[in-house]
Structures are given as C-alpha cells and as structure tokens.
Nanobody, 118 residues
Framework: QVQLVESGGGLVQAGGSLRLSCAAS????????MGWFRQAPGKEREFVAS????????YSNSMLKGRFTISRDNAKNTVYLRMDKLKPEDTAVYYC???????????WGQGTQVTVSS
C-alpha cells in the first residue's frame, strides 16, 4: 500500500521557519516528480512547488521561490519543503503528492497544518 506521510507542520510566528517532510512508503518514488500543494481555509487547493526525479524544481511564483525551497532525498524516499520568512497568508494545510504513471498527481498525503501567527 502506497502511503505519503507529511510531518513538520505547526504553529509559528510570522518571520519564522518550518521544514515539512513527506515520507513515502509502499513503493519508491525516486523516478517520480513530487510536489507540495496547500489549501487555505475557504480556498481551493493550490500548487506550491514540485521537484523532478533529477532535482529540477518549479515554484508557483517568484515570491514563493524566494522563501520556499523544495528538495528531495531519493535514498530516503522523502521530499522536503523548507519555508522561511513565513507570513500569515501562508497558513494552510500542506499536502505532498507524487506523480503516477499517467503523469498526474495520483498519490497524496493526508496533509499537515501550518499556522502562521501575526
């Protein structure tokens, strides 16, 4: 059974940092692109960042790219999201996902809550 398990969320003050982890089990994703998404209260889920199996990264916009860093450790089957200079508007449930054989995000974690206080 494939599982993606996020961890590292929590409550942090504005300007602080968090590092989210997403550990995969049940199969290896070393050859799959993986990504992070987030969903704020009352809003649709949005793309945050992705990383290809070779390490090429994409970010939803330049503002996130300057504060967020996605990385992966294929040996540990884990993807990370380092978030710096957090803002209250970054408050959301953060989900990791992995692309499947049909080039879509087929595998999803349960999410981890990130709350940024002002």
């Amino acid at each position: 059974q494939v599982q993606l398990v996020e961890s590292g969320g929590g409550l942090v003050q504005a300007g602080g940092s968090l590092r989210l982890s997403c550990a995969a089990s049940g199969r290896t994703f070393s050859r799959n692109a993986m990504g992070w998404f987030r969903q704020a209260p009352g809003k649709e889920r949005e793309f945050v960042a992705s990383i290809g199996w070779g390490g090429i990264t994409y970010y939803s916009n330049s503002m996130l790219k300057g504060r967020f860093t996605i990385s992966r450790d294929n040996a540990k089957n884990t993807v990370y999201l380092r978030m710096d200079k957090l803002k209250p508007e970054d408050t959301a449930v953060y989900y990791c996902a992995a692309i499947g054989s049909n080039s879509k995000y087929d595998y999803w974690g349960q999410g981890t809550q990130v709350t940024v206080s002002s």
